[in-house]
């Protein structure tokens, strides 16, 4: 079964930055998009950014223009840079892959982050 293996997580100070990096641990084919989510402590997980097969990419509005979202297609490996970081993006981060034409949706582990003042 393949699993999304999440890595970058950390400790930061506001202002500061972080790499979120995602891949999976097994062969994959059909890859879709991907997306990073996150789940801030008694919130729902939601949506952060998004990116399609031909790289077309989307992000929630508190975001924008902070965070960027990349693909790597040969690694079919998934980045999210995020920069001037704030308390509120605080929380785990998850990766999610849709493949094999949509059949097949695959959660990471979840990273968590954290952002002190």
């Known amino acids: 079964q393949v699993q999304l293996v999440e890595s970058g997580g950390g400790l930061v100070q506001t202002g500061g930055s972080l790499r979120l990096s995602c891949a999976p641990s097994g062969s994959i084919s059909g890859l879709n998009s991907m997306a990073w989510y996150r789940q801030a402590p008694g919130k729902q997980r939601h949506v952060v950014a998004h990116?399609?097969?031909?790289?077309?990419?989307s992000y929630v509005d508190s975001v924008k223009g902070r965070f960027t979202i990349s693909r790597d297609n040969a690694k079919n490996t998934v980045y999210l840079q995020m920069n001037n970081l704030k308390s509120e993006d605080t929380a785990v981060y998850y990766c999610?892959?849709?493949?094999?034409?949509?059949?097949?949706?695959?959660w990471g582990q979840g990273t968590q982050v954290t952002v002190s003042s």
């Open positions: 999610n892959f849709v493949w094999a034409g949509g059949y097949h949706s695959t």
């Open positions: 990116i399609t097969s031909d790289g077309t990419t």
